[in-house]
């Protein structure tokens, strides 16, 4: 399987109906520099392009001008179409590394939380995972203080394997599953 810029549609799209599309270049340069006021609606709403998104954009719109080839893996909108705008974002932090391990990230505006969108969102990343070759583990990084997000690895098998500081998002610790 090779990753492309196509939405990656949920497992079960019986059961969900999220996809998780590509960002933009355009857009996610835009995000990073704040410039959000230009963008088409249906890529960004308050949440994604206010404070609590800016740096996550920063990160993500230097490391596609470094490595062209995380584009497709990074950072994507997850789109419900029952709702006009994007209801958080969700992908990987890149391209699997040299040991096959890749890492997911999602976040949820806070307007659309306890709907399911992240587990829905975690589900489609973990099939994207376990259909590609070169992937063999998913590791998720959680902060102690986030249950929601404890709980919601811990119900997909994922085991808690040491903890890391992280320069933006302060103490973590590290869960990992076989993809």
Known sequence: ???????????????????LDVVPEGVLHGLATGESASLPVQHVSPYLAGPDCVG???MRSQQIRERPGDAAWITRLIVDPRVTVPVGLAGFHGAPDAAGMVEVGYRVDPGFRRRGYARESLETLLAVARRHPDVRTVRATISPDNAASLELVDSYGFVENGEQWDEEDGLEIIFETPA
């Open 1 to 19: 399987m090779t990753i492309t810029s196509s939405p990656w549609g949920h497992p079960q799209p019986e059961r969900s109906q999220i996809h």
């Open 56 to 58: 996550l954009w920063r």
